[in-house]
């Protein structure tokens, strides 16, 4: 039986998202004001952004790799965020 921490063969590896307070305050006010923002896989190793505001759902025209992806996510939400929040 094994430890539970060794990486599964054909497992994905995202990287870190970090722990920035101010990021993931961002990121809950989109949740609850029904801003899905998350990545999409465009291969094992690079992603989109995809955002998803109302019935509308766009996706980002790059893609991005591990160091980079969940600071794109965490930007768009600090951009929903900060054009929004006055409205709760």
């Given at each position: 039986?094994?430890?539970?921490?060794?990486?599964?063969?054909?497992?994905?590896?995202?990287?870190d998202t970090?722990?920035n307070e101010?990021?993931?305050?961002?990121?809950?006010?989109?949740?609850?004001?029904?801003?899905?923002?998350?990545?999409?896989?465009?291969?094992?190793?690079?992603?989109?952004?995809?955002?998803?505001?109302?019935?509308?759902?766009?996706?980002?025209?790059?893609?991005?790799?591990?160091?980079?992806?969940?600071?794109?996510?965490?930007?768009?939400?600090?951009?929903?965020?900060?054009?929004?929040?006055?409205r709760e």
């Amino acid at each position: 039986m094994g430890s539970g921490t060794s990486k599964k063969k054909g497992a994905i590896d995202m990287g870190d998202t970090g722990y920035n307070e101010k990021d993931w305050e961002a990121y809950r006010w989109c949740v609850r004001n029904n801003i899905a923002i998350g990545p999409k896989a465009m291969s094992n190793t690079r992603w989109y952004v995809v955002i998803k505001n109302q019935d509308k759902t766009v996706q980002s025209p790059e893609s991005y790799e591990k160091k980079v992806i969940w600071q794109k996510i965490f930007e768009y939400c600090k951009y929903y965020y900060e054009k929004n929040k006055h409205r709760e």
